[in-house]
């Protein structure tokens, strides 16, 4: 079948590897939410969020139902997020963002990758500085008006908007601290929310070569096949 082929096969094993990431990540964030506000999403906001993020990456319904159910039974086990920050190669700093149930477990594996690309795990706060922690909202964009939608949200904590044509979407961003305000916005205006992310934005950036680049990218691609790390976020230019 020859090189195309492999090419082909390659690229499909990794879509599909993202794709399973993606749904233990809601699977998670499913159990997060239930233990902290109960099976009813009416009742729950978060649940909500994540429900509306497992419709964005086309996560099986039964998949969602059935995670609620087994998030419901006391004998599940508790995840808990976690921050770990750090630097990689070069002096990058670096946040991993995790969800796990033996912290233990994941803390050892992260150090782990840190040693091997000659970065150092450092201590709470030595990174997160650099960082802003912010929350993004798409919505669609179809009979919305930009500027009316700013001026409406502004009160809610609305810092950015802008529109992406392709997918007819707004993305609105707001800080961490005023992400309920929004959603709660949201929802009153029947404002349809197709996904949430909260990210974080590094205040300031920083210029590698690009064979610094490299290291630096390739610690980080290990650290996002561990299925304890959600995402590895960084301040390269």
């Known amino acids: 079948m020859g090189r195309i082929f492999e090419t082909r096969k390659a690229t ?6 993202k794709m399973a990431k993606a749904f233990t990540k809601i ?8 233990k902290q506000g109960g099976p009813n999403p009416d009742s729950n906001p978060r649940l909500r969020a994540v429900m509306q993020n497992a419709k964005a990456v086309n996560m099986p319904k039964t998949n969602v139902e059935s995670a609620i159910k087994r998030a419901s039974d006391k004998d599940t086990s508790n995840y808990e997020q976690v921050i770990y920050e750090g630097y990689a190669p070069h002096g990058v700093p670096v946040l991993v963002e995790c969800t796990t149930n033996n912290p233990t477990r994941t803390v050892a594996n992260v150090r782990m990758y840190f040693s091997r690309a000659n970065g150092a795990l450092g201590t709470n706060g030595s990174v997160s500085f650099m960082f802003e922690h912010v929350v993004l909202f798409k919505i669609e964009a179809a009979n919305l008006n930009k500027d009316d939608l700013e001026l409406d949200l502004i009160d809610f904590g609305l810092e950015d908007i802008a529109l992406d044509e392709e997918n007819k979407q707004f ?18 205006r029947n404002i349809n929310v197709i996904e949430t ?17 490299a290291e630096v990218m390739a610690m980080i691609e290990k650290m996002e096949e561990d299925d ?3 995402n590895v976020y960084h301040n390269i230019a």
């Open 197 to 213: 992310s909260k990210i974080y934005v590094p205040t300031t950036t920083k210029e590698l070569t690009p064979e610094q680049e």
């Open 27 to 34: 699977g998670r964030e499913i159990v997060i939410a239930v």
């Open 171 to 188: 993305i609105i961003q707001v800080q961490f601290t005023d992400y309920g305000n929004m959603q709660t916005a949201l929802e009153e």
């Open 228 to 230: 304890d790390i959600e």
């Open 12 to 17: 499909m094993f990794k879509r599909y590897a």
